[in-house]
């Protein structure tokens, strides 16, 4: 299942942005069947899960360095999942994926794939 991440930007530290995690237009996959993850890579640094939201019960998993400030939710009318960024700090500057995943696992952030999608910028910066 491959998801495309959309609604990055150039922000300012402390400002807010929302992230959305869609299929492709041509798909016909439900979103609300899977959990899922977004994942960050900034440059010259490896890939790390930011977070996982479940399917079944909405439940939601942070890496520690966004507990507090990202919130992941879902709209299963949409057939979108949302990650919402606020107090953004320059170290969350990236680009930022979402994936499918079976459930949140206890280890979901080592998640791995040859094909991530479609990312979208993060740029925080004064």
């Known amino acids: 299942v491959q998801l495309q991440a959309s609604g990055g930007g150039l922000v300012q530290p402390g400002d807010s942005l929302r992230l959305s995690c869609t299929t492709s237009?041509?798909?016909?996959?439900?979103?609300?069947?899977?959990?899922i993850g977004w994942f960050r890579q900034a440059p010259g640094k490896e890939r790390e899960g930011v977070s996982c939201?479940?399917?079944?019960?909405?439940?939601?998993y942070y890496e520690d360095s966004v507990k507090g400030r990202f919130t992941s939710s879902r709209d299963n009318a949409k057939n979108t999942v949302y990650l919402q960024m606020d107090s953004l700090k320059p170290e969350d500057t990236a680009v930022y994926y979402c994936?499918?995943?079976?459930?949140?696992?206890?280890?979901?952030?080592?998640?791995?794939?040859?094909?991530w999608g479609q990312g979208t910028q993060v740029t925080v910066s004064s």
């Open positions: 939201i479940s399917s079944s019960d909405g439940a939601t």
């Open positions: 237009r041509d798909s016909f996959v439900t979103l609300d069947y899977w959990a």
């Open positions: 994936v499918a995943l079976a459930f949140c696992s206890n280890t979901w952030y080592t998640y791995n794939s040859d094909d």
